[in-house]
């Protein structure tokens, strides 16, 4: 299983697919123009301050709303690790896990960690925050390799012998 130390970004209850990523930028022409808007409803300098590898925190119904697509592609662009939340809304759920984006739910890590602390995660295992370890449910192996290939289209194309698009 993959362990990493990152640092963490919190966020709060019912962080919208509009608080990720508003409407009024969709018509960028790139998840690469779009990305230095994503929570700037909530938060406008946030996407400039996270950095590669980085975690968000979230609280309960993390991609509630609109089924955008785009939620998940622009978290995933800002090289954020994974998503940590009390729950997801499920259709950003599945559209995170298309899109390779790692979410593991934990119902109590939201509470205790700070923002700019740093945690440390083991796959499918636990969280380490505080000197204490919060278990976390294993991802069916089917999701687990297409988080790692990248995402459904990419897996697919490695499960049928095609190179992965660029």
């Known amino acids: 299983m993959e ?21 009024d930028y969709l018509a960028l022409k790139t ?10 409803p909530l938060r406008p300098e946030l996407a400039g301050q996270i950095t590669e590898g980085d975690v968000i925190v979230a609280g309960k119904n993390f991609g509630c709303g609109s089924s955008r697509e ?14 940590i939340a009390k729950s997801f809304a499920r259709i950003f759920f599945r559209n995170a ?4 984006l790692l979410l593991i739910e934990n119902p109590d890590l939201h509470d205790v960690v700070e923002e700019g602390q740093e ?13 204490k370890e919060y278990p976390i449910a294993s991802l069916p192996q089917n999701l687990v390799d297409i988080i790692n290939a990248g995402g459904l289209v990419q897996a697919m194309r490695k499960q049928n012998g095609l190179e992965p698009l660029k």
């Open 97 to 100: 896990i298309n899109n390779g």
């Open 31 to 40: 998840i690469e123009d779009m990305k230095k808007y994503a929570f700037s």
């Open 3 to 23: 362990t990493y130390k990152s640092k963490v970004w919190v966020l709060g209850d019912d962080i919208d697919t509009d608080i990720i990523i508003p409407t």
């Open 70 to 83: 785009q939620a998940p592609e622009i978290i995933k662009a800002l090289k954020v690790k994974c998503v």
């Open 119 to 131: 945690i440390e995660i083991c796959v499918n295992q636990f969280i380490k925050c505080n000197g």
